[in-house]
């Protein structure tokens, strides 16, 4: 059909009749073309967006333990030095804020949890715990999570 209608036409005027009848149809291919890239463009831009939301929250409101503080020893040790040469044991046990419980799933591993279900099963953790590390009788005992003031002990 297009052949019969450009036939007989010079060269010029049926080139302007061939993208006078295929303008509509590349018309809309780049109508098509330009929605989609503006979708893409748009979505790409509101990602981007959340994440620069996300990453500057995370810098703000992060809040870390000053580096190198003096701190009150609460309890002191009856001896004050130790002897060189000395073969001496030394555990170290972290108490996970006397929250594990046989029955408790941290969030972070896939589970629920994130603090300790009363202050009664906080202290019965923490003293299984202690008593654990202290039942191998050792000279020195480093224990980890036994804070007092932080979010996880809310409930104590």
């Known amino acids: 059909m297009l052949f019969a209608q450009i036939a007989g036409k010079s060269f010029p005027l049926a080139l302007k009749m061939?993208?006078?009848i295929?303008?509509?149809r590349v018309k809309g291919v780049f109508v098509l073309i330009k929605r989609?890239?503006?979708i893409v463009g748009l979505?790409?831009?509101?990602?981007?967006?959340?994440v620069v939301c996300y990453v500057l929250y995370v810098i703000v409101s992060y809040n870390r333990i000053q580096d190198m503080q003096d701190l009150?020893?609460?309890r002191k040790s009856q001896t004050q030095c130790v002897n060189l040469n000395t073969e001496y044991t030394i555990i170290t046990q972290n108490c996970g804020f006397g929250a594990y419980s046989?029955?408790?799933t941290f969030f972070m591993d896939g589970g629920t949890h994130t603090l300790a279900s009363s202050?009664?099963?906080a202290v019965a953790n923490i003293d299984m715990a202690a008593n654990k590390a202290l039942s191998f009788d050792p000279d020195f005992v480093f224990f980890q999570?036994?804070?007092t003031d932080s979010t996880q002990h809310a409930i104590m």
Do not use: M, N, Q, R
Request: glycine share 4%; net charge neutral.
């Open 22 to 24: 295929t303008s509509g």
């Open 18 to 20: 061939i993208c006078k």
């Open 43 to 50: 979505t790409s831009a509101i990602v981007a967006a959340v």
């Open 145 to 147: 999570e036994v804070d």
């Open 72 to 74: 009150k020893i609460s």
């Open 36 to 38: 989609i890239l503006k």
């Open 102 to 104: 046989p029955d408790f």
């Open 119 to 121: 202050k009664e099963s």
